[in-house]
């Protein structure tokens, strides 16, 4: 896609730091330097979200956020990983080609990477008949 950041990533138009890639899979450092090691990885075809993203490509990119993750826990010193993905701008998503987030863990880092809704009166029975498929 023309005016695709990620595209231009992938064409080599803008730089990034390449930790790992496959025939259908990229994955870099996010620039937002939030996180030691915060990475993301992108299908190599232009999908804006999980939610259109073909299963040959949405595989492919889960198993190098799986590889990737493995190499932060067994042989660069981290303990565990957060992964995440948004998908829609309701779901705060900015660049609108499919990414995942991993975060790297260490014990006792200090960071927490759950966002608390403040509710507690939900009714899980009810939320699951409106969700279940
Ligand atoms: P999201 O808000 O989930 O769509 O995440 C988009 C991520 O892309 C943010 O964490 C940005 O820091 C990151 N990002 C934007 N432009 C670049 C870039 N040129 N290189 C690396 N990461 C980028």
Known sequence: MNDCIFCKILSG???????YETDKAYAFLDIACDAVGHTLVIPKKHFASILDCDADYLDAVIEAVKHVSRHYVEDCGYDGVN?????GAAAE???????????PR????GMSMWPLSGKRDIDLAEICKKLAL
């Open 13 to 19: 138009e803008i730089p990034s730091y390449k930790i």
């Open 83 to 87: 992964v995440f993905n948004a998908s």
């Open 93 to 103: 998503q900015s660049v609108f080609h499919l990414h995942f987030h991993i975060v």
């Open 106 to 109: 260490k014990e006792g880092d």
